[in-house]
């Protein structure tokens, strides 16, 4: 018998390699234990096989789940687990080792391990608690951290250290707020009181579980160290990859996801719009001067690509640590986080562009239904109990890219003009065959009456129906009309759109932007803000605020736009998410761009086209998934173009809407249309 530890991630090429080195040293043996870190399980199947085929070994694979469900089962191993958790664990789990990995976009001394606890706090996203509630149980609970029946604290010294991640309120308030949390928590919760002395501990058991939840924390943190590397790879070769600090890259995303909760805030208070795209990633990663070898784009794209990962537990853990941050963001403006989130809305009409449409189709390409971001947006939304709308003009405008898909399919690739249309290539790199494009796109809509078919489907499969706002954009005032019409016409102009084509998409997005702000007029005004939005992509109705108040001075309406960033963070953390499924809640995504996967050149398709010929396959569903996942590894290499490309756009779009240049650009702004 013989016996093998690793923390290699890669474990099949490892025990092949022992297996191998073995047989070639002369070694006889029967039977392998190998031993390792990380959970296996299944996955360890087809290495055992193996071993038992080629090497005649009996493998026996001793994983995470292994010992810990072995744990206490022996005297023996109760006391040498206590052992190992004392010698190695606690000292990673005490504030001063989780300082080193939770939180790392703050300062030491900045509250890393408030931050950490507003991480676990937050994960039980079921809960009912008020967010006011939830956020001081985690920072009283982070001040007690390394506390014990022999390491107290006093009430003043709690009230300092949360008051220093609180450092706004009325008078008294945060110190008001730290006494009732501890008289809560201390009845029969995980915090004890010392009446004699007036001070305060940790439970035992409270201790322990807190020690528990940082060290699933540490495990997950260390899977985004292995997708980072995975995506670095992809993107700029091993080589290149080698000579990069993956501690820099896992700094980057903290820093961007830091500046993401503090926009957030900041588009609350304001009444702006929030939506991370690769030119503000960029702009938060150009200051910190992190992964030296990388250019700007290379590492924007990296870390865009992690927030997007189809990998759905490191997604999952990004979006608790975004949630974190944004928590801690807004500690930083009041104590009371739950009246702020509340004021927004709590109920309303959103209606959808067809930039947020076309994903939705798109998605229908995905197997599993965790990974359909856009798709739990929708969810989220309409079990929260707001109302999904679409417009007859938007239903025309899917029917049309789908049917530009129809000609592109039929179409050289040569002989095309203009981008490739977004719902064609996200079936091609979806790994499907070409010619199943027209079966595929006959779900949506048939022959005879295809924008009936497009709105029966939105209705029946996402619970969008379809509802003109005509009525309310047609009685708006001339002034507003005009000067909304004028942004759409340039920006339509900028994207070299046909002067027919033009009229309709501008008549298109004048209804939408115009209706809403019109249709709110005839709404009761609501205590927790305005009830009807137009949730789009599109970078020029970003800006529609900004340019109603210069053409229209103090007689400006408020903005009608949503962002779909803005919406997913608000359903995490508001009290909408109360009536949301917990599966939904969790799978929400951190980001919503879609620069990665709208970046598609008919030189990839036709890659794509020749790797599903060079794989052999008898089953049609890994034919296509192992497609699928050579196209992604293929798509991040032109991550740095895309990015690259999008923030050239950026720059054009506000150039041209603040007046500088009006010269048209061979690409559109307008996202997937």
Known sequence: ????????????????????????????????????????????????????????????????????????????????????????????????????????????????????????????????????????????????????????????????????????????????????????????????????????????????????????????????????????????????????????????????????GEAFVAAVAAGSIFQLDPDQIARTLQTRGLAPVLTLDELTAVVLALLRTPNIEVRRHLGRLGDAYTLFAFLRQTPDVQKVVVDIFSDGDIWLDTSVILPLLAETLIENPHEREYTLLMNAAADSGLKIHVTEGVIEEVERHLNRCFVYANTSGDNWNGRVPFLYSAFALSGKASVSFNSWRNQFSGRERPEEDISDFLDDELKINTKSLLPFSDQAPLQLRSAVQELWNEAHDRRRTEDAIRYRLVAHDVENSVGVIQFRKSLARSPMGHRAWWLTLDKTANNLGKFMRDRLGKDAPDSPVLSPDFLSQLLRLSPLRKSIERDTLIDLPTTTDMTLFEYATPELLTEAAAVRDQVHSDNPRLLQRNVRDEMERRRRKLGPKAVGGARAMQAHVLAAIEGRTHVPVADDDGPLV
Not at 185 to 213: C, E, M, W
């Open 1 to 260: 018998m013989g016996a093998q530890y690793s923390v290699a991630k890669d474990f099949n090429a490892k025990i092949i390699q022992t297996l191998n080195r073995l047989t070639d040293e002369g070694f006889h043996y029967s039977h392998l234990i190998y031993a390792t870190n990380q959970y296996i399980g299944a996955d360890g199947d087809r290495v055992r096989t193996r071993a038992r085929k080629e090497f005649q070994v009996i493998l026996d694979i001793r994983d995470q789940s292994w010992f810990l469900e072995r744990e206490l089962s022996y005297p023996q191993r109760i006391a040498a687990s206590e052992t190992l958790i004392v010698k190695y664990a606690e000292p990673v789990l005490a504030k001063s080792g989780l300082r080193d990995r939770a939180g790392i976009a703050l300062n030491r001394d900045e509250g890393r391990v408030a931050l950490l606890h507003l991480a676990l706090e937050n994960r039980d996203l079921e809960t009912e608690r008020s967010l006011t509630r939830s956020c001081f149980d985690a920072l009283v609970l982070a001040a007690l951290h390394d506390t014990n029946s022999a390491n107290l604290r006093t009430i003043e010294e709690i009230q300092k250290e949360v008051r220093a991640r609180v450092p706004t309120g009325a008078d008294g308030q945060v110190e008001s707020l730290v006494i009732g949390t501890l008289g809560r928590l201390s009845k029969k919760g995980p915090i004890k009181h010392v009446r004699q002395s007036n001070t305060y501990h940790l439970s035992f058991d409270a201790a322990k579980d807190i020690q528990a939840r940082s060290a699933q924390f540490l495990l997950e943190e260390d899977a985004i160290h292995a997708e980072i590397s995975i995506i670095l790879i992809d993107t700029v070769g091993a080589e290149r990859a080698e000579e990069t600090e993956i501690s820099d890259l896992r700094t980057a995303v903290d820093a961007v996801l830091f500046d993401r």
